[in-house]
């Protein structure tokens, strides 16, 4: 069956840094949608970085723009999320999934994703 795995998450300080990955068995994420989303308490899950387009464009979420970057490693076939210059309010469970482009079409809402990760947690400390 399918199943990603997101390992990476853990306690840093403000100003810090983090590497997540979303590692995939039974589907080769290549030809596929992929995006990283959080959920903070309290709040509504929300979508931080997709690639949302074949040719590899991505979204950003305003709020990471010019601090985090999505990328793929197809060797691993997982899909990777660096987080720079980390924020307190950046602290959320963070979750990868993946869907056909055809279902996704171009979105980066959890609603259109199919397959999740388990969550890795994140937190920030100011």
């Known amino acids: 069956q399918i199943q990603l795995v997101e390992s990476g998450g853990g306690l840093v300080q403000s100003g810090g840094s983090l590497r997540l990955s979303c590692a995939a068995s039974g589907v080769t994420l290549a030809p596929f949608a992929v995006g990283w989303f959080r959920q903070a308490p309290g709040k509504e899950r929300e979508g931080v970085s997709c690639?949302?387009?074949?040719?590899?464009?991505?979204y950003y979420s305003d709020s990471v723009k010019d601090r985090f970057t999505i990328s793929r490693d197809n060797a691993k076939n997982a899909v990777l999320l660096q987080l720079n210059n980390l924020k307190p309010e950046d602290t959320a469970v963070y979750y990868c999934a993946t869907a056909d482009f055809t279902v996704t079409a171009g979105r980066c809402v959890p609603g259109v994703y199919d397959y999740w990760g388990q969550g890795t947690q994140v937190t920030v400390s100011s």
């Open positions: 690639i949302i387009r074949r040719d590899g464009t991505t």
